[in-house]
């Protein structure tokens, strides 16, 4: 199985501030990697997906990058809404898997 | 508007079984595979299993293979997870997910998930 990990576990952020968190694979795979945003008592909302590409309806400060075994979600201009934890996850090869998530908070 | 409600969560036994039903609407259903993650109690996400748009293909998670089945009913539109021999880690919020494919793939829309207890 493919493990995951993120870094960092836990960052603290302010309004305005550009933060950048990485997600590392114990393989290489093809660019079917998602990000998902999480907040508290809240389902998971898609906001990357196949690495890079924006889903509908997400701002355009969140972007995504990466190849290979490692990629980046980035937020630019931290905005009150998005203080939450965000989640990778692998789906090129099964199972699917997610990394353990990263807690932006204040 | 896409809509998935999951149903069927509730209190069972270790060693114990449970079934797990979600109703999707606003999209049309054999287009899309669909998925099981779940999310025990102030953890992260679990992917469980997923289904093909047709049905013909599944794929479990590690830790459930054996014990749960996924399936789906098209001409109802319904996607159902039976639980098998349910144990403690077992517990957690369980998500009924729409991918963006036929195939299993980016998890594109979320219920609100239905939440197994597993205690004696």
């Known amino acids: 199985d493919i493990q995951m990990t993120q870094s960092p576990s836990t960052l603290s952020a302010s309004v305005g501030d550009r933060v950048t968190i990485t997600c590392r694979a114990t393989q290489s795979f093809n660019n079917y990697l998602a990000w998902y945003q999480q907040t508290p008592g809240k389902a998971p909302k898609l906001l990357i997906y196949e690495a890079s590409n924006l889903e509908s309806g997400v701002p355009s400060r969140f972007s995504g990058s990466g190849s290979g075994r490692e990629f980046t979600l980035t937020i630019n201009s931290l905005q009150p809404d998005d203080f939450a934890t965000y989640y990778c996850?692998?789906?090129?090869?099964?199972?699917?898997?997610f990394g353990q998530g990263t807690k932006v908070d204040i | 508007e896409v809509q998935l409600l999951e149903s069927g969560g509730g209190l069972v036994q270790p060693g114990g079984s449970l079934r797990l039903s979600c109703a999707p609407s606003g999209f049309t259903f054999r287009s899309h595979a669909m998925t099981w993650v779940r999310q025990a109690p102030g953890k992260g996400l679990e992917w469980v299993a997923g289904i093909s748009g047709s049905g013909d293909f599944r794929n479990y998670g590690d830790s459930v293979k054996g014990r749960f089945t996924i399936s789906r009913d098209n001409s109802e539109k319904m996607v159902f997870l039976h639980m098998n021999d349910l144990r403690a880690e077992d517990t957690a919020i369980y998500y009924c997910?729409?991918?963006?494919?036929?195939?299993?793939?980016?998890?594109?829309?979320w219920g609100q998930g239905t939440l197994v207890t597993v205690s004696s």
């Open positions: 997910v729409k991918d963006r494919d036929i195939m299993s793939t980016s998890h594109h829309y």
């Open positions: 996850q692998q789906y090129d090869n099964y199972p699917f898997t």
